[in-house]
């Protein structure tokens, strides 16, 4: 049967929407979002994906007030594509596309009404792409923003107001490959594994502009990814060139505490950015990516299937796995006397020569 989005002119193969251009199982189409309070209080990740090879919608939301984390997630099967992410509990409603984002959560645990306004316009990112062999692992397209957020938030009975002069935060957009659902046959990538992945991610928003870097490099340094821009009110996006990137991490970790960033204007000047890394959400502890034990996105789980979850991040059991995964820090920035706020996400796992890092095992002195 057709799709009720086959009525639209938006088709790009001769399938119905109800099917995507690819066979890959790993096909996924979601939203990310991020949201804090600047002083570190309160810090939300939320976001939805569908999973049209897997037949699967699902959506989480983790909140960290203090050390305590608590996460929901709603997971069901995948109906007909339509135009709002809606799984349980969870929506997502376009308001003003690439500018004003309407997310709702309804649990007992935690529930918020939040409306994103773009500060800047969305900026579309380099393409991503990590080949395992010659199989593309991640294969992806994905836009970025940074902005504000208004609305309601109430976490284990404690409400919450997101004044939109205080809240701030970035979300991104992407679809393509990456690995999701259950975890596939490991094969030659378990006996020949790479040795390592070092990972940069970071939206900042000042006042006047909107600085995006992402960083991805092999275990000897060699950047498969470099994309650092600029984004003014008016639309214009400038080239910050090659980011010289310097991390300081807590003695006996690698959990950053700062980084500068050198970056290079297009007429040859220099641009430092100073960054101070806040209280952070590892994205593997609640939020469903890889290396989460609890849930993983597209992972069936059943129809109208739903988990609430709290962790204490202060717990032996968690603070040890907490390095072997992604985590999103709060950041506040310095460029020149500009003042900004935004994501400083990192991983930095197994070998990476840049930093001095010699294995899975190696920690900053």
């Not at 940074?146 to 701030?168: C, K, N, R």
């Not at 297009?266 to 960054?275: A, S, V």
């Not at 979850?309 to 006397?337: E, F, K, M, N, W």
Request: include cysteine; hydrophobic fraction near 35%.
């Amino acid at each position: 049967m057709p799709s009720p989005l086959d009525e639209y002119p938006i088709h790009q193969t001769p399938l119905s929407m109800a099917r995507v251009g690819s066979s890959d199982r790993n096909f996924y189409d979601r939203s990310y979002f991020n949201g804090h309070d600047r002083d570190g209080g309160t810090l939300l990740i939320t976001g939805g994906g569908v999973y049209p090879n897997l037949g699967v919608i699902d959506a989480y939301a983790s909140v960290r007030r203090g050390d305590t984390l608590r996460s929901v997630r709603f997971s069901d099967a995948l109906g007909d594509r339509e135009m709002q992410t809606r799984v349980g509990g969870y929506r997502i409603e376009v308001i003003e596309a690439l500018q004003r984002i309407r997310v709702i959560c309804e649990h007992d645990d935690l529930s918020f009404d939040l409306t994103w306004e773009g500060a800047f316009p969305a900026v579309q990112e380099q393409p991503h792409l990590i080949l395992n062999g010659n199989r593309p692992i991640i294969d992806a397209t994905r836009f970025a923003q940074v902005g504000s957020w208004a609305g309601t938030l109430t976490v284990d009975g404690a409400d919450i107001t997101v004044d939109p002069q205080v809240w701030t935060g970035t979300r991104d957009r992407s679809w393509g490959i990456r690995p999701v659902g259950e975890s596939e046959p490991p094969g030659r990538a378990a006996a020949e594994p790479s040795g390592g992945f070092w990972w940069l991610y970071v939206p900042l928003r000042f006042d006047d502009f909107s600085i995006i870097v992402i960083v991805q490099e092999e275990p000897d340094g060699r950047r498969t990814l470099n994309d650092a821009t600029r984004i003014w009110p008016d639309g214009r996006v400038e080239q910050l060139g090659w980011p010289r990137v310097h991390i300081d991490y807590r003695s006996g970790t690698r959990l950053p505490t700062g980084a500068r960033l050198d970056l290079t204007t297009p007429d040859g000047k220099p641009l430092e950015l100073e960054i101070t890394a806040g209280a952070g959400i590892p994205l593997h502890v609640g939020c469903g990516y890889g290396g989460d034990p609890d849930w993983l996105h597209g992972q069936w789980k059943g129809r109208d299937w739903s988990l609430s979850s709290r962790y204490d991040l202060t717990d032996p059991a968690i603070v040890a796995r907490t390095p072997y995964g992604v985590i999103d820090h709060i950041a506040h920035a310095r460029c020149g006397s500009a003042e900004g706020w935004g994501l400083f996400e990192h991983a930095s796992l197994g070998r990476h020569d840049p930093t001095g890092f010699a294995d899975w095992g190696s920690v900053a002195p």
